[in-house]
């Protein structure tokens, strides 16, 4: 690992936000290795060592499925980006291919293409501006919803194309198989934004990690002695790692190290449609 590496590292959140449990966690293991060492206090408060297991094994299936949820929501968020990225490849290819139009028509419908991805995007975080996304500086609605609007505007050139006779019914038929799953993709993402893991869920499961790490140092103090300091603090990282990157992962639409890249794949996107619609046959 080099030097930047490194810097990257030591700067990621999670990395901070377990460092500072691990501070306080270390400091009061140390107070457990002093009661037990250097009072008679201890007496009073063993811990059984199998309670103590027991319990661990517990909340080990308990982080196991709660990692898990999260990362499912993940996974299935870049699912939706994956088929956004294809889906918008297929409809510039079928659009510039089968439609006889002139090419000032097939640039404006791959910008309204590309435009949807950045929509998207801005939809799923702060809010979309419509003359925000590229190709539409000048634009002067202000929708409410915009990845609906862009794909008004684009429903609108392929019936437009239809009445002209440039597109058979055919035709439409396979453009219209492309077309209806930008919106399909776009309500998977919204369910995923809107519908978090169930806040009770997430708050017991808080509780019992945190219940866990109280508990621990009294509970192997008695065996390890000094080695408690070093163990609490690995097991806090551990513990209180796993916590913090399941609830970053379950929400992958911010800007987080751990969140999708969204600007990369709206760039994927940008430059394949450019290119598809520049290659595109000229018109007859």
């Known amino acids: 690992m080099n030097g930047a590496e490194f810097s990257a590292l030591i700067r990621r959140r999670t990395l901070q936000s377990v460092s500072r449990f691990v501070f306080g966690m270390t400091v009061y293991a140390l ?6 060492t250097r009072t008679r206090y201890h007496l009073y408060i063993e811990m059984p060592a199998d309670l103590h297991a027991a319990f661990a094994l517990v909340l080990g299936w308990l982080l196991v499925f709660r990692t898990n949820t999260a990362y499912d929501r993940w996974w299935e968020a870049r699912k939706l980006w994956g088929a956004l ?3 918008s490849r297929n409809l510039a290819i079928k659009a510039c291919d089968l439609c006889d139009t002139d090419t000032a028509e097939q640039t404006s419908f791959c910008t309204n293409i590309v435009a949807f991805s950045f929509g998207l995007k801005d939809h799923l975080r702060e809010g979309a501006m419509l003359q925000s996304l590229p190709g539409f500086a000048a634009a002067t609605d202000e929708p409410e919803h915009v990845p609906g609007y862009l794909m008004t505007r684009i429903y609108r050139q392929i019936r437009g194309w239809k009445s002209a006779g440039q597109i058979d019914g055919d ?3 396979v453009l ?3 077309a209806r799953q930008f919106l399909d993709i776009c309500g998977g993402c919204e369910r995923i934004r809107k519908t978090l893991v169930v806040r009770s869920y997430r708050r017991f499961a808080r509780q019992c990690v945190g219940l ?9 103090v008695d ?3 000094l ?4 163990l609490t603090a690995i097991v806090t990282y551990f513990m209180l790692g796993l916590e913090i990157v399941a609830e970053h992962v379950e929400e992958p639409f911010g800007y987080d190290e751990d969140d999708l890249d969204l600007e990369r794949l709206c760039e994927t996107i940008r430059v394949t449609v450019h290119e598809i619609q520049e290659r595109a046959p000229a018109p007859a």
């Open 31 to 36: 107070v457990a290795v002093y009661v037990e």
């Open 85 to 87: 990225v294809n889906v």
């Open 171 to 173: 035709d439409m038929r």
């Open 176 to 178: 219209d198989a492309e």
């Open 212 to 220: 866990y790490l109280v508990t621990f140092p009294w509970g192997i």
């Open 223 to 225: 065996s390890f002695r």
């Open 227 to 230: 080695w408690t300091v070093p």
